[in-house]
């Protein structure tokens, strides 16, 4: 029997495997939205710990991606930030306490799920890739893909795609290695291109001391926020939260844990999540959420314990405390084809969970979901395959 708590080199590979998708949008609402990476990376890992000790397995902190992502996109103010983490907490909160998604759940096939998994693990590759190949740099740096990086092209070749090929050279050849990692092996390949190729820009600047966050930082958002953010994010962001990270994870949780995820249900996930943007909004962090990508990541290169939680949480909350703002020239040091190499993985790892489908209905329920996916969002693909599962199983396709 696998302990709750384990402290290796897997289970500190594994802690690393989600930077891939913490990091761009992190370091975008720092860079971008002017949030306090002090704030920002110790709620994060605050968050980390105690869902770890609860849990007592693996559980993911994540970005909420549709509110970080438009937050970036359109220099969202960091009142409404706050507005918009305030009343996600409040909207998971209410469905936790009345047991909503529990009933609810009972109810969404099987195939739907998978679907879910699939749609989502697909995103994550489509994205490492894109970063791989410098097609999305972060927000408020220009159009450098590596800004922090010398080179940025060798002959015709971008830069992220000669190191993004070398990570998964890396990656496919220690990727059932125990003594070597593969998460960790290609994180300490992307710090040792950063040191070698890097601007270092900031690091001069980097004082190590005692940096506590504040206490709601930026004030208590205005009723003008709150009207703006619950149209704008909230409302497109919550069914994507109640899809992927409360039912895929629930799911995918009991597929690697069994009976150990037990806790996990979904009515825990979500109060879990909205204590975690409580306390980010206390701190002046950025909206969190759980998530089945975040899970396939940490998992597959090498997390299977609470312990891997112990590990990346302490580092956040540390290098947040010892290092202030300084921490954001630190994280500049991995180059960005490096994290897509970790979405990549993460996002195949997810999206084979559909090895178990095997009818036809199911199949088509599936890439249906997929298909409206990548043409609309997630969870207008969710309602859609829940109402086509239904409707072949009323009809007997």
Request: hydrophobic residues 55%; charged residues 10%; proline residues 5%.
């Amino acid at each position: 029997m696998i302990p709750a708590f384990r402290f290796n080199r897997q289970e500190f590979a594994g802690s690393l495997g989600d930077l891939g998708t913490i990091l761009p949008l992190a370091l975008g609402m720092v860079l971008v939205n002017g949030l306090s990476p002090t704030g920002l990376f110790f709620a994060m890992g605050l968050f980390y710990i105690l869902t770890g000790l609860y849990f007592r397995l693996t559980v993911p902190v994540e970005p909420m991606k549709v509110i970080g992502a438009y937050a970036v996109a359109t220099a969202m103010s960091v009142d409404q930030i706050q507005a918009s983490a305030l009343l996600m907490a409040l909207c998971l909160f209410a469905i936790g306490i009345t047991r909503s998604m529990e009933r609810f759940g009972r109810y969404i096939p099987k195939a739907v799920i998978r679907g879910i998994q699939l749609s989502t693990g697909t995103l994550l590759m489509v994205k490492g890739v894109k970063m791989m190949a410098g097609t999305t740099p972060i927000g408020g740096l220009g159009t450098l893909a590596e800004p922090y990086l010398r080179i940025q092209a060798v002959g015709p070749l971008p830069i992220g795609l000669i190191l993004g090929a070398a990570g998964v050279v890396a990656t496919l050849a220690l990727v059932n290695n125990r003594r070597l990692p593969a998460g960790l092996i290609v994180m300490i390949l992307g710090l040792v291109l950063g040191l070698s190729l890097g601007t270092y820009e900031g690091l001069d600047s980097i004082r190590p001391g005692l940096y506590l966050p504040t206490l709601l930082p930026y004030g208590f958002p205005s009723g003008a926020d709150f009207s703006f953010v619950i149209l704008a994010v909230v409302l497109p962001q919550l069914p994507m939260t109640l899809g992927n990270a409360v039912i895929a994870q629930a799911d995918l949780s009991r597929d690697y844990f069994g009976q150990a995820s037990r806790k996990m249900s979904y009515t825990a996930l979500c109060i879990s999540m909205a204590l975690g943007n409580c306390l980010s909004v206390a701190v002046g962090g950025m909206p969190m959420c759980h998530g089945a990508g975040g899970l396939a990541a940490h998992y597959r290169f090498g997390a299977k314990t609470a312990g891997s939680n112990l590990i990346i949480g302490s580092l956040m909350v540390l290098l947040s405390l010892g290092l202030g703002t300084g921490l954001t020239a630190l994280l500049f040091l991995i180059p960005m084809a490096i994290l897509g190499v970790l979405l990549i993985f993460a996002g195949s790892q997810l999206a084979l969970t559909i090895s178990d489908m095997h009818t036809r209905n199911e199949i088509f329920v599936i890439v249906t979901i997929l298909a409206v996916t990548l043409a609309a969002n997630l969870a207008v693909g969710a309602v859609i395959g829940i109402v086509l599962a239904y409707a072949m199983k009323k009809i007997k396709i």
